[in-house]
């Protein structure tokens, strides 16, 4: 009956929004619609009983993008043949992050901090827990917008979202979630080293999704430990390897419609805090609020301790955690092609060979 009163494209567009599959579009499924024609965007607010202090200390983030090269996508040495132009319509036009600079209070990055059973070094916790397994399957192809972000994922989905307005901080496919663990530790700082796995939804109706899966997002945050002051934080998409972006695009108006699937190379993809954060409101030794410039008009330039780290494991021994803790097939060694002879020779074992078009252990194979 829906599919013959609403016709192909019209159920395809009612299932997008029916995120529950109840044959129902409540208000909330409904928002997605009302904002696109409204042009009034969503404000994500912290969970109830996080309330920020206005006078908490802020810092700026940078973002950094420079957009897929075209020229690294299999179909393009057919020339796109049989491509639709309207389905790439998204990829094409995102040339820039969405919002270059954003200011956020450090306490919203309180979600990065480890849980009270968490304090070794390079022992990995979940940020956001994957939801996903062999035998849960994937989430639905048919999606435009995210669900609105609880909990810990508010922050990673505000950062996500200078980008691209539609991050989905959940992938549809496993292993999902954010990851991470203590790289340093000193008296009153953590040094945290992280791993998300997280996808852009790049068009919107009527056109088809186009699915955009970075193979991760990594990086580290300096927070002291009451989350109070950020000093550091970097999050990107490594790009040592020649592909490492996912693309998946619908052809037709349902879930098991015609799929293309693609991979290429982003140049960068980056978001960096521009310096440490700093006091909203300044104060004297005297409770007094004063000005944040000086007599001559110059901002007051703050001076930052030293932070002395006092237990400390390398950026390379916590990243291998991380990448066991999302695929546990990498507790054995995957050796490049060369060293696996050398090791096979010295270990009188045979050498397994296995030739990939992507990399297994991240999210763009």
């Not at 075209?70 to 790439?88: N, P, Q, R, Y």
Request: hydrophobic fraction near 40%.
């Amino acid at each position: 009956m829906a599919l013959k009163s609403l016709g192909n494209e019209g159920l395809f567009l009612f299932s997008s929004l029916d995120t529950n599959n109840d044959l129902y579009i409540s208000p909330e499924e409904f928002k997605p619609i009302a904002e696109k024609l409204t042009g009034v965007t969503p404000v994500f607010e912290f969970e109830e009983e996080e309330t920020l202090d206005p006078s908490g200390e802020t810092l700026s983030i940078v973002a950094k993008f420079q957009p897929l090269l075209m020229e690294t996508m299999t179909k393009s040495k057919d020339g796109f043949l049989g491509v639709s132009h309207i389905a790439l319509s998204g990829l094409r036009t995102w040339t820039a992050p969405a919002a270059p600079v954003s200011v956020m209070f450090a306490r919203q990055f309180k979600a990065f901090l480890p849980p009270k059973n968490k304090i070794e070094l390079g022992d990995p916790w979940w940020i956001i827990p994957s939801e996903l397994n062999i035998f849960t399957g994937y989430l639905s192809n048919n999606r435009f917008y995210p669900p609105a972000p609880k909990g810990k994922e508010i922050v990673i989905h505000n950062l996500l979202s200078m980008f691209h307005p539609r991050p989905f901080v959940k992938t549809r496919f496993a292993p999902q979630g954010a990851v991470a663990c203590i790289q340093a530790i000193s008296e009153f700082y953590y040094m945290i080293a992280f791993r998300i796995h997280a996808e852009f939804q790049l068009n919107e109706p009527p056109d088809f999704p186009f699915w955009f899966s970075p193979g991760q997002f990594t990086g580290h945050i300096i927070l002291s430990k009451d989350s109070s002051h950020v000093q550091e934080f970097k999050l990107f998409v490594p790009n040592k390897r020649s592909l490492n972006v996912d693309m998946e695009w619908l052809y037709g108006a349902s879930e098991n419609s015609n799929m293309e699937v693609d991979i290429g190379y982003l140049p960068q993809m980056e978001l960096e805090s521009s310096g440490p954060s700093i006091p909203s409101v300044i104060h004297d030794e005297n409770g007094n609020v004063i000005d944040s410039r000086d007599p001559a008009g110059e901002p007051i330039q703050f001076v930052f301790e030293e932070i002395t780290w006092q237990r400390v494991i390398s950026w390379e021994e916590a990243a291998q955690k991380l990448e066991v803790a999302m695929y546990p097939f990498k507790k054995v060694s995957y050796l490049p092609f060369t060293l696996a002879f050398d090791r096979a020779k010295a270990e009188n074992k045979l050498v397994h060979s296995i030739l990939l078009w992507g990399a297994l252990d991240d999210q763009s194979c």
